[in-house]
């Protein structure tokens, strides 16, 4: 069972940056998908950034040129850089891993608030 904890989240003004942080309890990133997704109320969770385990970056179109995900494997932890932050970024953002072709392995961190506001 694979556990990740999320940090870094809090209240940044429009413009500002946030750099997330998630520490997997294993060495997984040889194997795993490693994703951030967030939630806002009343929306449905979606995918933000995600890196293979060969290192191909995607990310959802809102944040393209803004966000920068990232990882450090020997300290197991992936990174969301968010710079110019908008009022619509607000979420609770989720740290995800998942393995390939195992429906089962997938595992997700308990969330950290991320707030854009003057």
């Known amino acids: 069972q694979v556990q990740l904890v999320e940090s870094g989240g809090g209240l940044v003004q429009p413009g500002g940056s946030l750099r997330l942080s998630c520490v997997a309890s294993?060495?997984?990133?040889?194997?795993?998908?490693m994703g951030w997704y967030r939630q806002a109320p009343g929306k449905q969770r979606e995918l933000v950034a995600r890196?293979?385990?060969?290192?191909?970056?995607t990310y959802v179109e809102s944040v393209k040129g803004r966000f920068t995900i990232s990882r450090v494997s020997p300290k197991n932890t992936v990174y969301l850089q968010m710079n110019s932050l908008k009022v619509e970024d607000t979420a609770v953002y989720y740290c995800?891993?998942?393995?390939?072709?195992?429906?089962?392995?997938?595992?997700w961190g308990q969330g950290t608030q991320v707030t854009v506001s003057s």
């Open positions: 995800n891993a998942a393995r390939p072709g195992v429906d089962r392995e997938n595992y």
């Open positions: 294993e060495n997984i990133f040889s194997i795993y998908v």
């Open positions: 890196i293979t385990s060969a290192g191909s970056r």
